[in-house]
T-cell receptor, first 111, second 114 residues
Framework: DAKTTQPTSMDCAEGRAANLPCNHSTISGNEYVYWYRQIHSQGPQYIIHGLKNNETNEMASLIITEDRKSSTLILPHATLRDTAVYYC????????????FGKGTKLTVNP | SAVISQKPSRDICQRGTSLTIQCQVDSQVTMMFWYRQQPGQSLTLIATANQGSEATYESGFVIDKFPISRPNLTFSTLTVSNMSPEDSSIYLC???????????FGSGTQLSVL
């Protein structure tokens, strides 16, 4: 079973920041938080991952709470092309083969 | 990042027949996986394709139904055998690559069984 809980769906206005929450209250000390997204009819795409520090790359920012029991993926300026299902996954590094995908959050970016 | 080519991209098959899906990666990779995504659902890992040995199947998936080949470090096939309408799904090939062991996915095979 997935170790994360995400809202089923969210909406965001184009140009605004999209903040996608994820709860992972049973995360263990050596587990990373990974985010992937799946645009309709495509394979999932890696976005970002982190252990305990906040991370930023060209796609998004990842904010992990100090107790590591939850995190937020931030798309700073959402576009229509960001409409997708976003998956939050926890896993140990080196254990990629056991990635368990939950149901994710369906993000709809509206014009 | 790895470039993964999956063929066919979609197919419509008759009940009782078999379909073989091919996955070609543009570089050598150690870990290669097959996932299934049923309509409206999330991804479920079918098996790990091991080079030079039998695939490792997840609970609920068996070799007779989903035989997998991995002849080298850049290629794998998944066969869906004796298909029924319940096998209608998207089948995805994925590989692990990079220092942080990110997963990269092919574009998937949309299978419809009549």
């Amino acid at each position: 079973d997935a170790k994360t809980t995400q809202p089923t769906s969210m909406d965001c206005a184009e140009g605004r920041a999209a903040n996608l929450p994820c709860n992972h209250s049973t995360i263990s000390g050596n587990e990373y938080v990974y985010w992937y997204r799946q645009i309709h009819s495509q394979g999932p795409q890696y976005i970002i991952h982190g252990l305990k520090n906040n991370e930023t790359n060209e796609m998004a920012s990842l904010i992990i709470t100090e107790d590591r029991k939850s995190s937020t993926l931030i798309l700073p300026h959402a576009t229509l092309r960001d409409t997708a299902v976003y998956y939050c996954i926890v896993n140990i590094q080196g254990g990629s083969e056991k990635l368990v995908f939950g149901k994710g959050t369906k993000l709809t970016v509206n014009p | 990042s790895a470039v993964i080519s999956q063929k066919p991209s979609r197919d419509i098959c008759q009940r009782g027949t078999s379909l073989t899906i091919q996955c070609q990666v543009d570089s050598q990779v150690t870990m290669m996986f097959w996932y299934r995504q049923q309509p409206g659902q999330s991804l479920t890992l079918i098996a790990t394709a091991n080079q030079g040995s039998e695939a490792t199947y997840e609970s609920g998936f068996v070799i007779d139904k989903f035989p997998i080949s991995r002849p080298n470090l850049t290629f794998s096939t998944l066969t869906v055998s004796n298909m029924s309408p319940e096998d209608s799904s998207i089948y995805l090939c994925s590989v692990v690559q990079g220092p942080f062991e990110k997963l990269f996915f092919g574009s998937g095979t949309q299978l419809s069984v009549l």
